[in-house]
């Protein structure tokens, strides 16, 4: 799914940027109205800022166009606010977010900062300031930062749950996200209803474009037993048959009936203006005329 933005537009944008984006992979959806009628689209991000996003869509949005956008950030914290479509080159896009509330724009701004400021506070920062105060303050401070690993422990063995509930969390949102893609990209034609009518046998006989005369099996021939064969059937939106099974008439007629009728055609009958399938009996008739010698 991954697609390359032109260099003319990726530069162009960047420069419209006042505020610097954060890489971040969260699953989201994107909701635009077009002609009246919501068009909802997942996807998810590629980064982040209190300004916009840069998005990867299972659909297409053109720039120019409004949405609405819901996320959580990594940690379940929710995101929702309308944006308008910057830029566009395939599947990525890259929206402004219009109208974000003051709560929304510190939860996205603190978000930003605490991954920005992470790696050089929690690093270089608390060594040098600790060794510092050792040195000043003497044997009671570097008594206390003596004590200060078993601190940090504890503080590791607190934290150590509430990272695993983040990212068990904030896998399991990716996966339901990436698989709402996909049942959406490929929806099987079973879950699709197709209408059906039914329709009296006197009806779809004036609508047969194609007939074909039952072959008269031996059996029957020796024993000269013409007759009747209703058959219970289902004619798809284009006129063929589909389905079959026998309801009255001789039994050593029935698979002869049923090899002839599956070979006739109708006119597709038509519901609002669709063709739709039917549901109808067929009444095939054995006698001397359809007597193959």
Known sequence: MSTAVSPAISQEHSARRGLPRHKVAVPLDVTVLRSGVPDRIPGRSLDISAGGAGLVLAGVIFPGESVGVQFFLPGGLPVETRAVVRYQSQLRCGVEFL?????????????????????????????????KEAVAAGPAVRSKAKSSPRSSK???????????????????????????IESQLSTPKSAISVPRATLPASLMEQRITHK?????????RQKHLPGTVVLRAVIDAEGKVVKLEPVSGPEALAQAAMDAARWWRYEPYYVNGAPVEVETTLEVQFDSASITK
């Open 154 to 180: 504890r503080f590791v063995a607190r934290a150590v749950p509430f990272l695993i509930v983040a990212v068990v969390l904030g896998w399991w949102r990716w996966q339901k996200g990436w698989t709402e």
């Open 212 to 220: 074909v005369d039952p072959v008269y099996p031996d059996e029957a």
């Open 99 to 131: 109208g974000l509330s003051e709560e929304q724009r510190a939860l996205i701004q603190g978000w930003t900062k605490q991954e920005a400021n992470a790696p050089a506070t929690a690093t270089v920062q608390p060594q040098v300031q600790e060794k």
